[in-house]
C-alpha cells in the first residue's frame, strides 16, 4: 500500500476541464489506493451518487475509499471508512455507527490535538495544514516542516501530511517523518491527473 492519498475537490477538478469520477480513475490507474471524496456543498443525494460512483471505480482497482465528514454515506454505499476533524462527530461515535472493521481517519493540527487524537487511536491521522494551500480557506495555522516533524516523533499511528504538498516538496514531508502524503490540487488541479499521479508516486518512493 503506497503513502499517496488523493483528496477530491470539485471546484479545482472542474476548474481543471475535469469531472471527479475522471480524476479519480486517472490516479487509481496510475498507482493511488487511498481516495478521499469530499464534498462541502454536495446535497446528500448527489452526494451519495457521487459516492457510489466513485465505490465503483475504487473496488475495480483495489483502492481504499474514504468518505470525508459523512458515516450516513460511507454506511450507505460500502466505503472503506471515513475521515473526521475535531470538530466533526467523536471519534467514539462514529465508531459505534461503523463498527469495528471500517477505517476512521482524524486530522490533526496542532499538538493539542494529536494529544486528543493519541487517546481515540484512529487508524491513521491526516496532519494539517503542512504548507500554505488555497484549497482550504480555515486553514489556521501553518505546520511548516518543523511542525509536521514534532507530531510525526510523537505518534506511531500512520500519519498523511496535507496542505501544499506538490511534486517539489512531497520529498521533504516524507523525510520529516510523514508515512504518506494526501493531496488535492497537485492531483485534480492537473492537466494530467495521470501524469500527475505517476510523477508523485515515483518521488514518494525514493
Ligand atoms: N485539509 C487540510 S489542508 C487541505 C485539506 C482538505 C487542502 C489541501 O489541498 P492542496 O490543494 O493539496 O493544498
Ligand atoms: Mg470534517
Not at 37 to 62: D, N, V
Request: hydrophobic residues 45%; aromatic residues 4%.
Amino acid at each position: 500500500m503506497n503513502g499517496l492519498y488523493l483528496v477530491t475537490d470539485r471546484i479545482i477538478t472542474q476548474q481543471a476541464g475535469h469531472t471527479v469520477a475522471f480524476v479519480v480513475e486517472e490516479a487509481c490507474r496510475a498507482g493511488v489506493r487511498w481516495v478521499q471524496l469530499r464534498e462541502k456543498e454536495l446535497s446528500t443525494r448527489a452526494f451519495l451518487e457521487a459516492a457510489r460512483e466513485l465505490k465503483q471505480i475504487t473496488q475495480a482497482y483495489g483502492a481504499r475509499l474514504i468518505i470525508n465528514d459523512r458515516v450516513d454515506i460511507a454506511l450507505a454505499v460500502d466505503a472503506d471508512g471515513v475521515h473526521v476533524g475535531q470538530d466533526d462527530m467523536p471519534y467514539e461515535v462514529v465508531r459505534s455507527l461503523v463498527g469495528p472493521d471500517k477505517l476512521i481517519g482524524l486530522s490533526v493540527n496542532n499538538m493539542i490535538e494529536l494529544r486528543a487524537a493519541l487517546d481515540d487511536k484512529p487508524d491513521y491521522l491526516g496532519v494539517a495544514a503542512v504548507f500554505a494551500t488555497s484549497t482550504k480557506l480555515d486553514t489556521s495555522n501553518l505546520l511548516g516542516l518543523d511542525g509536521l516533524r514534532e507530531i510525526c516523533t510523537n505518534t506511531s499511528l500512520p500519519r498523511f501530511a496535507i496542505g501544499g504538498i506538490n511534486a517539489t516538496n512531497i520529498g521533504q514531508i516524507m523525510q520529516a517523518g510523514a508515512t504518506g502524503a494526501a493531496v488535492v490540487s497537485a492531483i485534480c488541479g492537473q492537466p494530467s491527473p495521470f501524469e500527475a499521479t505517476r510523477e508523485l508516486l515515483q518521488l514518494i518512493s525514493e
